[in-house]
């Protein structure tokens, strides 16, 4: 049997769920029945398709089906039906998300939810909390990509952004973590400037240590990006320098 | 809903009954077979009401066989009911476009003239 992307399946329980309630205003049909016959018929038509199956791909095969209340006349839409719209709007939608979170939504969830506590307490409580979602975030891009893909991509690459920001920060401006600011601002630029040359030159070696651990943002990083960073760097370094030396 | 829709709608449950006739199919292969026919089907999933309705009408039986691609599969054959309907059905259907064809002819002389 093939292989489904997670949102796939969600999306195509959620389908099925919809047209059993459309074929429930109908007396004379079986909705399990129906439901039974549309699952063999959607995984007949997705067979041929390339590995796993993705929402798009799905998508493409419930509109062949067209809408269930095309289907017979007395299949009502299940907005139609009060019952039906309170379960459509509420127990589908609470079910929906317990699911979700149940599943394989409930850790993105909580690194998104961490990621955003984190930023307005960043210090002693939001720098750990951050540095925990980044470290699961990364793990999670890594490990389980296939995991990571459709809205849910969203929710983990919060803290990875945000994460990987922090840390190209910490690198870029390591100089300036320890002198706690220098007298002038050619002073900074000087020691800034001869820090992203050093940075540059080892980014243009060692390419792949950059897109490791900027990762997935660095993927396109290669040597000469080292390269170019080293260069602004030693502009800056020949800048600072000028300036210093005339006074 | 337009009038070549309420037509399709109408025929296709004797287009299953035929494609069913003296084979034993799965739905989807019904689709697969009524896929051949231009204008028969406002959508593929028009099919599977028709088989339920004619499933709880006697017409047609059903069995559940496990399939190695996918999900079970259920395949429907008719019964010695559903091939006594197809056949009146049948019959019905072509006295209705015997009747229609003598009507458009009878109309297209009058509009000859």
Same mark, same amino acid.
């Given at each position: ?92 939608? =609470?079910? @929906? ?5 149940? +599943?394989?939504?409930?850790?993105? %969830? !909580?690194? &998104?939810? /961490? $990621? ?39 929710? =983990?690459? @919060? ?5 990987? +920001?922090?840390?190209?920060?910490? %690198? !870029?401006? &390591?100089? /300036? $973590? ?57 502009? &800056? ?11 | ?113």
């Amino acid at each position: 049997m093939k292989t489904w992307t997670p949102d796939a399946s969600n999306h195509f329980e959620a389908w099925l769920g919809r047209v059993r309630l459309s074929v429930a205003g109908d007396p004379s049909l079986d909705p399990d029945d129906i439901a039974q016959d549309l699952r063999a018929h959607v995984h007949a038509e997705l067979e041929a398709m390339p590995e796993p199956v993705t929402v798009g791909a799905l998508e493409r095969v419930l509109d062949s089906l067209g809408n269930p209340c095309q289907w017979s006349d007395a299949i009502k839409a299940p907005s139609e039906l009060s019952s039906a719209w309170f379960q459509r709007n509420v127990t589908d939608v =609470v079910t @929906a998300w317990q699911q979700r979170l149940g +599943g394989d939504w409930g850790l993105p %969830v !909580l690194l &998104f939810v /961490l $990621t955003l506590i984190a930023i307005p307490t960043f210090g002693w409580i939001g720098a750990p909390l951050l540095l925990f979602a980044y470290f699961v975030a990364r793990s999670h891009v890594t490990y389980a990509p296939q995991l990571v893909v459709g809205r849910k991509k969203w929710l =983990v690459y @919060a803290p990875l952004g945000l994460g990987a +920001g922090v840390l190209a920060g910490l %690198v !870029l401006g &390591f100089p /300036l $973590t320890f002198s706690g600011g220098y007298p002038n601002r050619f002073e900074t630029m000087w020691i800034l400037g001869s820090w992203w040359v050093l940075v540059g030159i080892l980014a243009a070696r060692e390419p792949k240590r950059v897109r490791a651990a900027l990762k997935p943002f660095a993927d396109t990083f290669d040597a000469s990006h080292g390269r170019l960073l080293s260069l602004v760097g030693a502009a &800056f370094l020949i800048a600072a320098s000028v300036v210093l030396l005339s006074h | 809903m337009s009038w070549t829709t309420q037509l399709r709608k109408g025929a296709l449950e004797l287009a299953v009954l035929n494609a069913l006739n003296g084979d034993r199919l799965y739905g989807y292969d019904i689709v697969r077979i009524l896929r051949r026919h231009d204008g028969l089907m406002i959508g593929d999933g028009t099919v599977y009401p028709i088989l339920s309705r004619l499933k709880a009408d006697g017409l047609v039986r059903a069995t559940i066989e496990d399939s190695p691609d996918g999900p079970p599969r259920k395949y429907y054959e008719m019964t010695r009911a559903g091939r006594e309907a197809l056949t009146e059905m049948n019959d019905a259907w072509q006295s209705l476009v015997s009747s229609i064809d003598v009507l458009r002819s009878a109309s297209d002389k009058a509009g000859a003239r």
